[in-house]
Antibody, heavy 116, light 106 residues
Framework: QVQLVESGGGVVQPGRSLRLSCTAS????????MHWVRQAPGKGLEWVAF????????NYPDSVKGRFTISRDTSRNTLYLQMNSLRVEDTAVYYC?????????WGQGTVLTVSS | DIQMTQSPSTLSASVGDRVTITCRAS??????LAWYQQKPGKAPKLLIY???ILESGVPSRFSGSGSGTEFTLTISSLQPDDFATYYC????????FGPGTKVDIK
């Protein structure tokens, strides 16, 4: 079955760090550009990170630049999002998504709550 | 950064209605626009990419048009399964979503 499964969410205090994972089944991550997208409670979608299919290029919006890092482990077929200096406003459901044209495949999401 | 707007923000409609949602970009994105459908508690689902290409498996009642800065998503005959929130997304430089349009039951 072709799918993306996120994990690693939870409750963390402001200023702390957390790493999210996105494990792919039935597809090879290194063949695709990949993204993380988040959705705060009751809000719309916000793109937060991109990694190119060759793993060389990454990009982020200003809201997370310098705090979030996207990476991947091709041997584990897993995508990561390292999140540092977390803020209350980072609270959201985090989705990983495959880019094939547009974002054609999404995981089910993992929930991050940043709260003291 | 490219900003995306959608109108209306909420749309009340009945089964069988023809529904049109508009998405505008702050600068030309050529045809690098996608439409997604999202239901509560679920991940978004790609409906249309490159402004007008229907994703495989998506019903033909969905269609997209436009180029440059103005785009539309049309549902030709609204079905019960179509009540959801719809987002446009530009993927020209780099990636921005519109604020969404909620389609609810009239």
């Amino acid at each position: 079955q072709v799918q993306l499964v996120e994990s690693g969410g939870g409750v963390v205090q402001p200023g702390r760090s957390l790493r999210l994972s996105c494990t792919a089944s039935g597809l090879t991550l290194r063949m695709f550009a990949m993204h993380w997208v988040r959705q705060a409670p009751g809000k719309g979608l916000e793109w937060v990170a991109f990694i190119s299919d060759d793993g060389i290029n990454q990009n982020y919006p200003d809201s997370v630049k310098g705090r979030f890092t996207i990476s991947r482990d091709t041997s584990r077929n897993t995508l990561y999002l390292q999140m540092n200096s977390l803020r209350v406003e980072d609270t959201a459901v985090y989705y990983c998504a495959r880019e094939a044209g547009a974002f054609d495949m999404w995981g089910q999401g993992t929930v991050l709550t940043v709260s003291s | 950064d490219i900003q995306m707007t959608q109108s209306p923000s909420t749309l009340s409609a009945s089964v069988g209605d023809r529904v049109t949602i508009t998405c505008r970009a702050s600068q030309s994105i050529f045809r690098w626009l996608a439409w997604y459908q999202q239901k509560p508690g679920k991940a978004p689902k790609l409906l249309i990419y490159k402004a007008s290409i229907l994703e495989s498996g998506v019903p033909s009642r969905f269609s997209g048009s436009g180029s440059g800065t103005e785009f539309t998503l049309t549902i030709s005959s609204l079905q019960p399964d179509d009540f959801a929130t719809y987002y446009c997304q530009q993927y020209n430089n780099p990636f921005t979503f519109g604020p969404g349009t909620k389609v609810d039951i009239k």
